[in-house]
Each structure stands twice: as C-alpha cells, then as structure tokens.
C-alpha cells in the first residue's frame, strides 16, 4: 500500500523539511510505500492556480499531511485549514506545531510592538515612523503565534527541533495503521549519559551555556550532571526524542547538545502534551533547594513551548482582538 | 482586462514568499511586487534574554542556514562581553562554517534549481523536482544522496547537531576536536571535494548551456555588490573579513563590518514583512523603479565571486580565472548566480580538506571565559545567501537590550524585486500567461536563492 504524503510549512524555519529529506531514499524508492504529492520546498504545487484564482484551492489529496511551524498569519490558518480537508490525517510536525517553538517568544509582546520593532527603521531619510502594512497585499498577522491545536484537530503530535526521519518515518506508519506512537513518558534525562545522583545540591544557578571548560576531554559518561554543577539544563523537564537510535545512521543515542557539551534547553518540549516546562522546572529545582532567583530569564524556559497560553504579554495595552 | 496573477507561494526557495504581477488592460505588466509574507519578530524578542543563550535562539531563523545564524551571533555576544576566542576555537568555528556552505550549496542547486533546468520538455510541476531529476538522472540521486547523508553524520558524530547547531558558545567552542574525529571529518571532506568537482563537469555538461538560453533573455538589472573578503589580500572570504561595497562600475569602497550601518540603511514597504536595504551613500535612495534602480546592491554567490580579488584555493581559483575570462568582472547576469555557487562549493571543500589537514584543528584551547555584561557586539559572516549582520547591545546583567540583524536574503529584496519585474516583462508582454511563463518568472527569482 503506498501512502501519499503533503507537506506545508508554515510559521517554521524549514527545518522540519530539511530533516525530511533525510527519507529521501525512501521517497524515491517505489517499494517503500511513501509518495511525496505536495511539498513547496521542493515540488510546484500551489493551492490556487496564478493563471485561474478564482477557481477552488485543490492542493492534492493525501493519507498524511505533515503541518511544521506554528500559525502567526491568517495565510496560515488558512493553509493549515486546507491541509486538514485535503488530508485524512495530520500530523503535526516539530516543535513549533506542536508547542509554538521559538517563534512562540513572540508572544510576549502584543502584535503592535512587534510591528513598532520590524516595520520601523530610526535612522535613515524614511525617518522612523513605522509603516502599516497593507492588509490588501499582506496576511494580517494573528494576535499571537499558535500552536497548530489551537486551531483544528491534529491525529499526531511529533515534537522535536527538528525531529529525526526515523520518528517522522515511525509516526507516519503508525498513523497509517491508525495506532497510537508509543507515549513513553520519558524526559531527556532518560537518554543522558552523564553522571546523577552525586549528591551535590548547588545553591545557585551559574551563568553558563555549557559544560566547564576543563571537562572538555572527559568523556560524556564520566561528566557530571550539568544541574548538580549548578548550569541550566532542561532535560528533566523536556521530553526524550533527541538522541538519535543507536545504530541509526550517525547516532550514539546521547542527546545532541550534551554530546556537544552544552546544556538542554528543551526543544522537544514538555514531558506531557499539556506539561508547563518552566514550572516544572521551578518545581525541580526548589525540591533541590536552589536559589529560584538565579533564574535569571524565567519565560526564557518557555522558548520552546510558549503557545497555549504559557507565555503572555506583559504590555499593559493588551492583546488586539482576533479576526 | 487588467487582472492580477498573484503566485503563491513560490515554490522550492528557502524563505516564505508570494510574487503579483498586475497587468493593465492591454496584458502588458504594470507593476510586480515579491511579498515577503511573514513575520516572526526576532529582533524584538531577543530583548530580555540573556547574550549567551542567543546563539541557540536565532539558528530557528533559517533551518537550510543555521550554522550562520549561530557563528554571527556568537561572534556579536564576544563583542559584548569583550571576548575573543583563542586560535584553535575560532579554527573550529571557521571550519563549521565552511562545512555548512557545503551541505547548503549541495542543497539548493540540486534539490531547489536545477530542477528549472533539467534537459527535454519535462512533465511540468510533477517532475520539476528533485525527484523528477533522480529519475531522469539516476547516478546524480545516488551520488546526491551519499554526499548529503556524508555531509551530515560528519557534523552530528563532531558536535552532536547539524540542524540547530549549539557547539558554537561565547568565548569560542564548547568542545575541542579528538583525532578521530579529524580522521571521520576529513575523509568526508575529500569525499565532499570529489563530489564538487564532479558536480562541476555535470552541470557544464546537463545544466549550464540550457540555463544560459533560458535565463539571459530574462535579466537586465545593473547591480552594485556586497561581500567580504579577506583585508590583506581581497580574497573571497566566507567566515571573516572586512565588507567591500561595490559600484555596477566594479569601483568599491572596504570598511570594517561593524561600521555597516555608515553605508547601509533600510527601507520599509507596506507591502512585504521584512525591509529592505540599500547602499546609502549612493546619492539617490532606494528605487525599485526597473528602468532606473537607485541605490542597488547584491550578495549572495555572484557578489562574493565579483567582489573577491582572488580565492585563496587553487581547483575554485582556476573556475574563477575561466569565469572571469568568460563573464568579466563585475558579472551582472543573474544565471551566473548558480555557476558562482558551484565555484565556492569547490572551494568550500578545498577550505574544509585543507583546514582539517592542518594538525592544528586538533588544538586543545578552544575557549577562553565570556563574562556577561554591558556592551555592543556586531558579527558578521558570509551566508550561503549573503551577508549575515547580528548586531547586539547588551545591559550590566549582559541582558540584550536592542537586536539588529540584516539576514542574508534580505540584502537581496530590492535585486529581487526588480529582477521579477524585468522578468515578468519579458515572460508576459504581448503574450497570453500561460505556466511555462510563469516558471520561468520563478526561475529568474531562484538564481538568488532566496
């Protein structure tokens, strides 16, 4: 049975896509059973034909529809609106679908000063004043960025900042044989070789975006957990996927930022689809008695999974009123 | 009948954009407009977070070009905190950076351009594609393949992540580099190098004649370029180097990267998210006008090939003294974009065998201590799509107060729009718009890889 997949990227960075053609092999083999039938980055469809506008959208049908990046545009509402009549099941592809991903961090402030910032310049002959988009030649932007189940009904979650191809692959065959992924529960923690359970119990977070210098030549299994040295690391609020299958291609199975000697920051999200990373972390570290006030950027810890709400503006005008 | 034909989105580019055409009652075109029709708002919600973590903050900027993001970046963080790198960790971040051009120039030409190109009439969008090239080519998509997924597994076994990369921190590298990771690294790379060359000769042979036919007729814009390049000698530079601003007459002015905003200013537009700068001091402003552009620069391949004196490794060197005895200097046909990409492929990976050959990339001291606090950095490298600026202000709590970053592609916007107008023309008047029109308008947009 070949499945027919389409993709469409919306709020993203194209990352997602990138990972994608990791499967490329299995894309251009018959045998494996996948067909690519939509895909901008790399195919020619449109959802509007240029020469015919007034004609309805017909982006292909397909078994699967992959959705990567968050929503910000009306466009992408609308595209995203699209996939899932044009699609039997959607998937929401990275962490940006499925929590708002980093550029969720633009929820903190209302859609006015992002504009004030990006479409305003202070110091050449065009003088500053910011310039209102045209709404007839522009998507409006939406209040906040969105995570794609905000929205519309997504069948599957895959979390990751990019996720592997191997659990792209393994969560398309399962929403093909309609199961359920297997919801291990499992935080970063899980998948890293470090060292735990010293019994150091640092009183403050240090400023630091990695393992100290003079660790560099230990190997991974001989280094102390990052937290019980006193750095931030996300791992025990975030949830496994990260580290690539031993075996696989290029994976030693250890997270990929520890492997680089730097710390978790989360970007495969909360441990649970509703999970709250920064007060799970600030739940973590008072049990371990430390200084919450060395957390220096509290809704830094939400980068990743600033939509649903967790992260809010602090402007005191409020937020504009959705469409 | 005026009517407008509105493409959108354009397909197989990095970035997210839509091109209208309005043609006025007699079919002729009347204006075109590249929208860029998103906005994420980087550089407001930089501010408030701490310096350090910003290099693993912007990579999200672009998912073909994180390895750019992440280098300016921390490169602008030094700046800030007063720090410079020791050798071996600026050797290794240099080396990262020339290995990511690789994977990235492999990526578009083959997967995003050629495509437009491939020989026979095709089947239309179906087989316009990378897999419609495997198909017609098979020995291409399995050295393509191999090539990539080499490109890759070097990366990961090294630094853990190549998509999001974070082994780039304040004050240098997070890890130095074992012998056996030289060893793995370097034989990826000669297999690199192999395939650039190869690359080369197939593209002469399937790709270039046919895109010269197609694409000439479609240009016209007389540009000004902007590149780096090394001081002591002008050579192309990719990591590091002062900015040199040059006229469509190949006159140029060279100044320190940090000094970029004495000779770049923006414009705004109500019609595209992002802005769009210009040379400043050219007398005239910007004008997006066809006929008479003002204030016109561009980046990407053609610019570094244009704006370099020499490349400083002899296989591209010996392209580029071909290209110049064939094309002069400056170039200005955007078709030669895609013969410049494969000129820096080759020397990426000359770059990459020869670093990685040097028994100092193996140095232990690849980073000193970065301590937050108030100051200004600005980093600057050459992306694959241009001139890369992250410019960055920070508190006493080394917290980013102000973010200014002028992206790669950004550069392009005003080159861009006057070359899809010009295309437009010559694809649309007097002629009934049909899709083959409308793809090579597309096409005439891709050379830049946006």
């Known amino acids: ?323 | 009948m005026s009517r407008t034909i509105d493409i959108r989105p354009v397909t197989r580019i990095e970035g997210h954009a839509a091109i209208d055409i309005r043609l006025d009652d007699r079919g002729r075109v009347d204006r075109t407009r590249l929208h860029i029709t998103s906005l994420r708002g980087f550089e407001k919600f930089l501010e408030g977070r701490q310096a350090e973590e910003a290099p693993r903050i912007v990579s999200r900027i672009c998912g073909i070009c994180p390895w750019m993001h992440h280098a300016a970046s921390v490169k602008a963080v030094d700046g800030c905190f007063g720090v410079q790198p020791p050798e071996a960790g600026n050797r290794l971040r240099e080396l990262m950076v020339t290995l990511a051009h690789i994977n990235d120039k492999i990526l578009h030409f083959f997967f995003l351009a050629a495509p437009d190109f491939m020989p026979g009439d095709g089947d239309g969008p179906a087989e316009r594609s990378i897999i419609g090239l495997a198909k017609a080519f098979p020995e291409l998509g399995r050295r393509v393949g191999r090539v990539r997924r080499t490109g890759r597994l070097m990366v990961e076994r090294f630094v853990g992540r190549d998509i999001h990369p974070v082994a780039m921190i304040p004050g240098g590298f997070a890890k130095p580099m074992s012998p056996a990771e030289r060893d793995l690294l370097l034989e990826g790379a000669r297999k690199q190098l192999e395939f650039a060359l190869w690359a080369m000769d197939w593209a002469e042979e399937n790709i270039f004649p046919g895109m010269m036919d197609r694409m000439s007729p479609l240009g016209g814009l007389e540009s000004g370029f902007l590149a780096l390049v090394r001081p002591h000698d002008g050579a192309l530079a990719l990591y590091d180097g002062e900015l040199r601003l040059m006229r469509p007459d190949g006159s140029f002015i060279q100044f320190a990267a940090e000094d970029y905003r004495d000779h770049l200013a923006e414009h705004v537009e109500p019609w595209s998210y992002a802005r769009f700068p210009y040379a400043r001091n050219w007398g005239s402003g910007l004008s997006l006008d066809p006929d008479q552009p003002g204030g016109v620069y561009r980046v990407n391949t053609l610019a570094r090939i244009n704006a370099a004196d020499l490349i400083d490794t002899p296989l591209a060197q010996g392209w580029l003294d071909d290209f110049r005895a064939r094309f002069g200097r400056p170039a200005q046909n955007e078709a030669l974009f895609h013969r410049a990409r494969l000129i820096e492929l080759i020397h990426a990976a000359e770059r990459a065998v020869e670093m990685l050959s040097d028994p100092a990339i193996t140095g232990k001291d690849v980073s000193r201590p970065a301590r937050p606090g108030a100051g200004r950095g600005v980093g600057c490298v050459e992306a694959p799509r241009g001139t890369l600026i992250h410019d960055y202000t920070t508190d006493d709590n080394g917290l980013i107060t102000r973010a200014e970053i002028m992206v790669g592609t950004t550069h392009n916007l005003a080159p861009m729009n006057i070359s899809v107008a010009l295309a437009a023309r010559r694809a649309l008047d007097g002629r009934k718009p049909d899709a083959e029109a409308l793809n090579l308008i597309e096409t005439a947009l891709r050379a830049y890889d946006p």
Request: with cysteine.
């Open chain 1, 1 to 323: 049975m070949t499945l027919s997949l389409s993709v469409e990227c919306l709020n993203g960075c194209s990352g997602c896509e990138v990972a994608l053609l990791d499967l490329m092999d299995e894309l251009l083999d018959p045998a494996a059973g996948l067909r690519l039938v939509h895909l901008p980055l790399l195919m020619d469809h449109r959802h509007r034909d240029p020469l015919e506008p007034d004609t309805e959208p017909v982006p292909p049908l397909a078994d699967i529809g992959l959705i990567s990046g968050g929503l910000r545009t009306t466009e992408h509402l609308a595209t995203a609106r699209l996939m899932r009549k044009r699609c039997r099941i959607i998937i929401a592809l990275g962490t940006c679908a499925t929590h708002g991903g980093i550029p969720a961090l633009a929820n903190l402030w209302p859609k006015s000063e992002l504009l004030d910032r990006c479409l305003a310049v202070d110091d050449s002959p065009d003088g500053g004043v910011r310039v209102e988009p045209d709404e007839d030649a522009l998507p409006a932007l939406l209040s906040r960025t969105y995570a794609l189940d905000e929205a519309l009904e997504v069948d599957y979650l895959l979390a990751g900042c990019p996720p592997h191809a191997e659990a792209v692959a393994e969560v398309v065959r399962a929403a093909a044989g309609g199961r359920a992924t297997a919801d291990a529960g499992r935080s970063v923690c899980d998948t890293c070789p470090t060292r735990r359970g010293t019994g150091r119990r640092p009183a403050r977070l240090e400023r630091g975006v990695g393992f100290p210098a003079d660790q560099a030549e230990l190997p991974l299994s001989e280094l102390t957990c990052l937290l019980e040295q006193g750095r931030l690391c996300l791992g025990p609020v975030t949830s496994a996927g990260c580290a690539r299958p031993v075996g696989t291609q290029s994976g030693p199975g250890v997270p990929g930022c520890i492997q680089a000697r730097v710390g978790c920051r989360g970007c495969h999200g909360p441990l649970r689809p509703g999970g709250n990373q920064l007060l799970d972390l600030l739940n973590a570290l008072a049990s371990g008695g430390l200084d919450m006030d060395s957390l220096i950027d509290r809704p830094g810890v939400l980068r990743f999974s600033g939509a649903h709400n967790r992260l809010r503006t602090r402007s005191a005008a409020g937020d504009d009123r959705e469409e």
